[in-house]
């Protein structure tokens, strides 16, 4: 009975459908027995597509991507701004976004390839590390979507055509009817133009151009009226004002350099060094250095090299204050102070005891070129035994660099300035550049700090001394 009743139940369904003329068969395909599947076979296939694409919904394949690990002592940073908008393929590896943090910025990228789906956060807005940030389809391209377009205007091309055939035969034909009588029309008007060519030709163009003529003008006249009341209204008495929030990284270095002028007994001592032999040294072997060794010679390499001299000599400035203990160190790992367009940064050169001048100009211009493409690890940046920040390059005179705790001290170089000065009796002309050192007077006494900087003065100035064993 229950078999009985089932057949007829889907017999007067089906009946029922093809009296109503509804297209959507296969919607009951699932409750319809195999043998039925012939006569569903010759249905239009429109609705399959459909009921297909509604089983695999983006919705339901698409992978969660959560905010990266980004360093120990990172928990929390600002989405900077999006790379890629939902229905963008990306492929795997490829940048989505960007995170500040109160150091570097990460980069967010794709773990696959796939097509964005959805987007969890805004820009600006906080986000933590493990946070869902947003939704990928998995997906090799966009030829899943390529076949599904394909198919489409083929299956319904065919459903038309059959309606066409079927049901919309009265519509096509007053359609022809009509393309007939538009072609009727422009012959008619053609004919009639005909004769009176000659006599048009000379009335027609005259108001045209003389409608066209004036329309230009006031758009002259109106586009530079407008441009010119625009400065001078902001011109006159403007007092505008503009709030932009402060970035992650800069509120850091803020509040590091308040704090080190907080913490620190900071003192500052200057000398001046005459320039002239390291510039005849550098004029001598930049090209035969930038040749062979495609770096540029510059004043950094023999500053950085003076220093870690003095800073064996005098191994307190490259000390540190822990708690109630002082560490000292026996490698320098030196801080370089790089200006960058989101603040100041001080990636560190590793272990430039052991570096030459080459090596170290090559360590710097890398660094340089990381912090000015916003590539700096969180590697780069961490540690640094001792600072040397050069403020020569924008044309400083003087000035009193700021400790970078938890350092001891830090070496300000300055812009170089011909001077007089007295040399074996007699006032000359010499290149001078003043160098300050700020240190910490907890850690360092004045005799010290003095004896450091009278130390790179002395390198500096003659060279040669940085081949022996000890200062002498």
Not at 18 to 40: E, H, Y
Not at 222 to 239: M, T, W
Not at 391 to 415: C, D, E, K, R, W
Request: proline share 5%; glycine share 6%; aromatic share 4%.
């Amino acid at each position: 009975m229950l078999r009985t009743s089932s057949r007829a139940l889907a017999s007067s369904s089906t009946s029922a459908l093809r009296r109503s003329g509804v297209r959507t068969l296969t919607v009951a395909r699932d409750v319809v027995r195999p043998q039925q599947m012939s006569r569903l076979a010759l249905k239009p296939q429109s609705n399959l597509i459909f009921r297909s694409a509604f089983h695999s919904s983006s919705l339901l394949l698409a992978d969660t991507v959560k905010v990266p690990q980004m360093a120990e002592s990172i928990t929390e940073g600002t989405l900077k701004q999006w790379n890629k908008a939902v229905g963008d393929f990306v492929k795997q590896d490829e940048e989505i976004a960007t995170i500040e943090t109160d150091k570097i910025d990460v980069s967010v990228n794709a773990p696959f390839s796939g097509t964005i789906t959805e987007l969890l956060a805004e820009e600006d807005s906080t986000v933590a590390v493990g946070q869902d940030l947003l939704k990928i389809e998995p997906g090799e391209g966009s030829s899943g979507a390529a076949e599904a377009e394909k198919s489409q205007p083929s299956g319904a091309a065919k459903s038309e055509a059959k309606d066409a055939d079927q049901g919309n035969k009265d519509e096509a034909a007053p359609e022809s009817h009509k393309e007939k009588g538009a072609g009727e029309e422009v012959q008619k008007k053609q004919e009639e133009s005909a004769p009176g060519m000659k006599g048009n030709a000379e009335e027609k163009p005259a108001p045209r151009k003389e409608e066209s003529a004036p329309a230009p003008a006031p758009k002259k006249e109106e586009k530079p009226a407008k441009k010119e009341e625009a400065p001078k209204e902001r011109a006159v008495g403007s007092r505008n004002e503009t709030r932009v929030k402060m970035s992650r990284m800069r509120q850091t270095i803020a509040q590091r350099l308040k704090a080190s002028q907080n913490a620190a007994a900071s003192l500052t001592t200057f000398n001046e060094i005459d320039m002239s032999s390291l510039m005849e040294f550098r004029k001598l072997y930049k090209d035969g250095v930038l040749k062979n060794e495609g770096v540029k010679l510059g004043f950094m390499s023999a500053f950085a090299r003076a220093a870690v001299l003095a800073l064996r000599e005098i191994p307190a400035a490259n000390a540190s204050i822990e708690g109630d203990s002082i560490v000292y160190r026996d490698y320098v790992d030196l801080s370089v102070a790089v200006a960058t367009p989101k603040g100041l940064v001080t990636p560190v050169v590793r272990n430039a005891e052991g570096l030459g001048l080459v090596e170290i100009e090559k360590a710097i211009a890398e660094l340089g070129k990381k912090a000015r493409d916003n590539k700096l690890g969180i590697e780069d940046m961490s540690g640094g035994t001792f600072t040397i920040s050069n403020g020569g390059v924008f044309g400083s005179l003087y000035g009193t660099p700021i400790i970078n705790l938890p350092q001891a001290a830090v070496l300000g170089m300055h812009s170089i300035k011909e001077k007089p000065v007295v040399v074996d009796g007699q006032i000359v002309i010499r290149p001078i550049m003043v160098v300050a050192l700020t240190y910490d007077h907890r850690l360092l006494d004045g005799r010290e700090a003095v004896t450091f900087l009278v130390r790179i003065k002395e390198y500096i100035e003659d060279s040669r001394r940085m081949l022996l064993p000890s200062p002498v």
